[in-house]
């Protein structure tokens, strides 16, 4: 078996002046590409994703309808410097820190069904 890969080795060797590697073949090339890709399809998007939650926490008033990170869905109530209160129903109020509310509550839209629809 050794003497394939030295028979192999021996063909793809370069000529004694034989032309330099491509720019493209050099691990730095590749390195730095890698590293492109990465930014671009993990680090930016999550950067951008952080920079719209941390101005919808700043921009959170009274009467917003709101879902935690826990799954509860509220009402804004009041607005502290880290915390906000959240109404979540039959006069319950809680008060949860700032950055745990995931985001804005978009109840589904439920379509009817087709055999409704043709009712």
């Known amino acids: ?17 034989g032309a330099s590697p491509s720019l493209f ?11 492109a890709v990465f930014y671009f ?3 930016r998007p999550q950067q951008k994703q952080a920079k719209q939650h941390t101005s919808f926490i700043g921009g959170l008033k009274k009467g917003d309808e709101v879902v935690t ?3 509860i869905v509220g ?15 039959g006069g319950t109020k809680i008060r949860v820190v700032k950055n745990q509310i995931a985001g804005q ?15």
């Open 75 to 89: 009402t804004v109530f009041l607005v502290e410097d880290r915390t906000v209160t959240v109404d979540v129903g």
């Open 41 to 43: 399809i993990i680090f």
């Open 69 to 71: 990170q826990g799954g």
């Open 105 to 119: 509550w978009k109840p589904v839209e439920t379509q009817p069904s087709k055999a409704e629809a043709k009712k």
């Open 1 to 17: 078996m050794p003497s394939v890969l030295h028979a192999f080795l021996a063909q793809t060797a370069p000529d004694g002046g």
């Open 25 to 35: 073949a050099s691990p730095l090339f590749m390195m730095v590409a890698i590293g």
